[in-house]
């Protein structure tokens, strides 16, 4: 059970200060130091963003119904122990031959489930939840690097805004991974184009291109800041 208290003038969690070394609002026990923990986490974010588009419609998790539930849940996945009851709870039959992640373990985190920055304000338990929308994540959860695509690597997530609402999509490399979210009354539908399908889209506005006032460009998890 995490206790939240004061010590030195600083809000602890089961004695983890409340530190945020680059003011991006993430706290710094949920920062993955290390460059391993960092690899470890994009190939098992890449892995279960991209695996679900190979699952029939009727197979996946329940909670993925739009662009950001998918990255929530890869996000989220990727921070567990990746044990037999792990695998056979998520139906995976041959899981990538990835290290887990060691700094984090998802849901034993000094906030429990709350991985999510979900408004602004100082550091406070209060300010995370479990749930978040494609801009959250976005203004509060990840850092942005540029509006050229080749500044991304694997795990790295595009954003767009197309004055309706703000859209997610994960960058696998030469593909890209994205759920369309309800479209007509329909639920939508997962996609993985590549990188050149998607920079020829028919509609313009989903094309990462620095000239789309759309794209909002290529943004990376606070925890994956480099200490280097």
């Keep these: 059970m995490f206790r939240v208290f004061l010590a030195a003038g600083l809000l602890a969690v089961a004695g ?20 391993a923990d960092q690899e470890a986490f994009r190939g098992w974010f890449c892995f279960l963003a991209e695996a679900q588009f190979y699952r029939p419609a009727r197979e996946l998790p329940r909670e993925i119904n739009d662009c950001s539930a998918l990255v929530r849940y890869a996000y989220r996945e990727s921070l567990r122990v990746h044990d037999g009851a792990w695998m056979r709870a998520q139906g995976i039959v041959n899981p990538p031959p990835l290290p887990d992640v060691r700094a984090v373990r998802y849901p034993n985190t000094p906030l429990g489930a709350a991985l999510f920055r979900v408004r602004e304000g100082p550091l406070h338990a209060s300010s995370f939840g479990q749930f978040a929308d494609a801009k959250t994540l976005m ?18 997530l595009l954003f767009f805004d197309d004055a309706q609402s703000f859209h997610s999509m994960v960058y696998l490399g030469d593909h890209v991974v994205y759920h369309t979210g309800p479209q007509a009354g329909r639920p939508g539908e997962i996609r993985r184009p590549s990188v050149d399908e998607l920079m020829n889209f028919p509609e313009p506005r989903w094309r990462p291109l620095e000239g ?14 480099d200490p280097s």
């Design 16 to 35: 983890a200060e409340w530190r945020d070394s680059y003011g991006d609002g993430t706290p710094d026990f949920l920062r993955l130091s290390s460059r």
């Design 212 to 225: 789309n006032s759309n794209f909002l460009g290529v943004f990376r998890w606070n925890i994956l800041r």
């Design 139 to 156: 203004r509060w959860n990840t850092h942005f690097l540029s509006r050229n695509l080749r500044r991304a690597r694997p795990g790295d």
